[in-house]
């Protein structure tokens, strides 16, 4: 390295003769203030523990409420920088959607993620067939990590933009402090120390668009020969969604090699790291609340599940099935009635395409969402392509004509339109659509511990419900009746329902006899 940077020095005397532009400034300074090239690139290894606490604003109780609590870390870390290696072993205590601890641990090298432990309770089939648990990485997770990882090690993100000059480009200021672009990251620094401030990437949110990814760095101690920022925030445009500080930190400690290694059987299936349109936020945030599918299709298992299909419930109803989410299609006389948008655009194109052909001149004009959470919402544009009206229970509307009037220039799945002719209807307690031949389809307003507003779908001639997250039809119900599902019990009592069947937002369908009997228990 130290001839490495004798180079670099020559190459940046022979430049001085145009001068170093302000970008190439900022990043020398910033090189500096961490405590020079040289201190940097003789860092070989990490080793850390921290703290973390994690947020999510859209799985909040009121529709653009209060972000909801997540989990809290305990995290312990080692890198071999020049290796390209890393291993980071988690305890993750969650307290949404329910209280439960996993204790996994994930190695990232260049070209293959592993995960060992279960991390998640949306397992995919190759954690699931391995014993103990483990799988490899998704190429979409694998790019992620990837991202994340040169984000936070910004001494070495800061001394790669020192070597690599031609590809350290101006960016607009932030918040008032001068900042450059890098491969996909924008850096602003502070200016009084020229430190590095804060790590952007321009995101694509499914529920809010176009949004800003943050890592704010604070708190710089003296850390061997550099500066390290012990503090770090992350921040979903401008709410912090993660606090984590290091509560120990060493440089150049002798590592396990075998405590970095991905077994070889499992590196050969390994995916690549992704490209293209990676899904960043989708990834991160479903590990926020353990229940990230790993898998290089979002909406589905692709080592599981041949991917999403319709299936047909009760005449003219339909099930979009395959996938970790569904939606529910309701066919009338000359127009269909959609339950759901969930996952992406994506998932909502196959679905719109899919009933196009099935059953073509119906328009959807209706899309009623069980609840404002992103999962079951992050599909709302695409569903609304020909122009139905959106039908969310109180109090979402407000939420919700904020979402769609948000610039979504990013979609990877749709192109940018205009949704404000979309009409959005907000139900207080229930309502009713009713097509020409007098089918009709209900959505109730649920007293429920799941959101605010949450609804339930009923169509009166099939006598079957639809329920999102509170009631999971198809796998076996626990022993004793919880609150979700003495909510939808309470419901169809309320509304003097006789439901035989329901179907899920997850799951499948299950007889109605099947809760009654535990409720009554
Ligand atoms: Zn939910």
Redesign the pocket.
Same mark, same amino acid.
Request: with cysteine.
């Given at each position: 390295m130290k001839r490495l940077l004798a180079l670099f020095c020559a190459f940046a005397l022979l430049s001085c003769a145009t001068g170093p532009s302000k970008e190439q400034q900022l990043v020398s300074k910033a090189v500096g203030a961490l405590g020079g090239a040289q201190a940097i690139a003789d860092i070989r290894t990490i080793s850390y523990k921290g703290n973390q606490k994690q947020w999510e604003p859209e799985?909040s109780d009121v529709p653009g409420g209060e972000m909801r609590f997540a989990n809290e870390a305990q995290i312990e870390g080692m890198a071999d920088v020049q290796a390209r290696v890393s291993r980071t072993d988690w305890v993750k205590n969650f307290a949404y959607?329910a209280p439960r601890t996993f204790t996994y641990s994930e190695i990232v090298t260049a070209d293959a993620g592993y995960v060992i432990g279960v991390d998640s309770n949306g397992r995919n089939a190759e954690s699931m067939k391995a014993n103990p648990p483990a799988h490899s990485m998704s190429g979409y997770r694998l790019a992620t990590s990837q991202r994340e990882g040169r984000r936070g090690n910004i001494s070495s993100l800061l001394l790669a933009m020192l070597f690599n000059p031609e590809q350290v480009t101006p960016a607009a200021d932030i918040q008032g402090h001068p900042a450059v672009s890098y491969q996909g990251l924008i850096v602003a620094f502070d200016p009084q120390t020229g430190l590095p401030a804060r790590v952007r990437s321009l995101d694509y949110d499914n529920v809010w668009g176009d949004v800003n990814w943050d890592l704010v760095l604070s708190d710089w101690k003296q850390v061997g020969p550099i500066k390290v920022a012990m503090n770090r925030k992350v921040e979903l445009n401008g709410r912090v969604v993660t606090d984590f500080t290091f509560t120990d930190l060493k440089f150049n400690q002798a590592l396990d090699a075998k405590r970095l290694a991905i077994p070889p059987e499992v590196r050969a299936g390994a995916a690549k790291p992704a490209t293209g349109n990676v899904p960043y936020q989708w990834v991160i945030r479903r590990q926020y609340i353990g229940t990230y599918l790993d898998s290089d299709n979002v909406s589905y298992d692709t080592k599981g599940s041949p991917g999403l299909r319709l299936q047909e419930i009760a005449p003219g109803v339909n099930h979009v099935v395959g996938g970790s989410h569904n939606s529910m299609i309701v066919e009338m006389s000359d127009f269909l009635v959609i339950f759901d948008a969930p996952v992406t655009d994506g998932q909502s194109a196959w679905v719109m395409k899919t009933v196009k052909e099935k059953f073509p001149g119906k328009p959807v004009r209706w899309v009623v969402l069980t &609840?404002h959470?992103m !999962? &079951?919402t992050g599909g709302v544009r695409a569903m609304l392509g020909d122009g139905g009206t959106l039908v969310v229970g109180a109090p979402a509307r407000a939420h919700f004509q904020k979402v769609l009037a948000a610039p979504m220039t990013r979609n990877p799945d749709l192109s940018p339109r205009s949704f404000a002719a979309i009409q959005i209807m907000e139900v207080t307690q229930s309502h009713v659509i009713t097509d020409s031949r007098g089918r009709q389809v209900m959505m109730y307003v649920m007293d429920n511990p &799941?959101?605010k507003g949450m609804m339930m779908g009923w169509v009166p001639d099939a006598k079957l419900g639809y329920v999102? !997250?509170i009631w999971t039809p198809g796998p076996p119900l626990p022993a004793k009746p919880n609150p979700g599902l003495m909510a939808v019990v309470n419901t169809v009592k309320a509304a003097g329902l006789q439901p035989e069947r329901f179907a899920g937002g997850h799951g499948a369908t299950a007889d109605y006899a099947s809760l009654t009997r535990l409720a009554g228990q």
């Amino acid at each position: 390295m130290k001839r490495l940077l004798a180079l670099f020095c020559a190459f940046a005397l022979l430049s001085c003769a145009t001068g170093p532009s302000k970008e190439q400034q900022l990043v020398s300074k910033a090189v500096g203030a961490l405590g020079g090239a040289q201190a940097i690139a003789d860092i070989r290894t990490i080793s850390y523990k921290g703290n973390q606490k994690q947020w999510e604003p859209e799985q909040s109780d009121v529709p653009g409420g209060e972000m909801r609590f997540a989990n809290e870390a305990q995290i312990e870390g080692m890198a071999d920088v020049q290796a390209r290696v890393s291993r980071t072993d988690w305890v993750k205590n969650f307290a949404y959607p329910a209280p439960r601890t996993f204790t996994y641990s994930e190695i990232v090298t260049a070209d293959a993620g592993y995960v060992i432990g279960v991390d998640s309770n949306g397992r995919n089939a190759e954690s699931m067939k391995a014993n103990p648990p483990a799988h490899s990485m998704s190429g979409y997770r694998l790019a992620t990590s990837q991202r994340e990882g040169r984000r936070g090690n910004i001494s070495s993100l800061l001394l790669a933009m020192l070597f690599n000059p031609e590809q350290v480009t101006p960016a607009a200021d932030i918040q008032g402090h001068p900042a450059v672009s890098y491969q996909g990251l924008i850096v602003a620094f502070d200016p009084q120390t020229g430190l590095p401030a804060r790590v952007r990437s321009l995101d694509y949110d499914n529920v809010w668009g176009d949004v800003n990814w943050d890592l704010v760095l604070s708190d710089w101690k003296q850390v061997g020969p550099i500066k390290v920022a012990m503090n770090r925030k992350v921040e979903l445009n401008g709410r912090v969604v993660t606090d984590f500080t290091f509560t120990d930190l060493k440089f150049n400690q002798a590592l396990d090699a075998k405590r970095l290694a991905i077994p070889p059987e499992v590196r050969a299936g390994a995916a690549k790291p992704a490209t293209g349109n990676v899904p960043y936020q989708w990834v991160i945030r479903r590990q926020y609340i353990g229940t990230y599918l790993d898998s290089d299709n979002v909406s589905y298992d692709t080592k599981g599940s041949p991917g999403l299909r319709l299936q047909e419930i009760a005449p003219g109803v339909n099930h979009v099935v395959g996938g970790s989410h569904n939606s529910m299609i309701v066919e009338m006389s000359d127009f269909l009635v959609i339950f759901d948008a969930p996952v992406t655009d994506g998932q909502s194109a196959w679905v719109m395409k899919t009933v196009k052909e099935k059953f073509p001149g119906k328009p959807v004009r209706w899309v009623v969402l069980t &609840h404002h959470h992103m !999962d &079951h919402t992050g599909g709302v544009r695409a569903m609304l392509g020909d122009g139905g009206t959106l039908v969310v229970g109180a109090p979402a509307r407000a939420h919700f004509q904020k979402v769609l009037a948000a610039p979504m220039t990013r979609n990877p799945d749709l192109s940018p339109r205009s949704f404000a002719a979309i009409q959005i209807m907000e139900v207080t307690q229930s309502h009713v659509i009713t097509d020409s031949r007098g089918r009709q389809v209900m959505m109730y307003v649920m007293d429920n511990p &799941h959101a605010k507003g949450m609804m339930m779908g009923w169509v009166p001639d099939a006598k079957l419900g639809y329920v999102t !997250d509170i009631w999971t039809p198809g796998p076996p119900l626990p022993a004793k009746p919880n609150p979700g599902l003495m909510a939808v019990v309470n419901t169809v009592k309320a509304a003097g329902l006789q439901p035989e069947r329901f179907a899920g937002g997850h799951g499948a369908t299950a007889d109605y006899a099947s809760l009654t009997r535990l409720a009554g228990q």
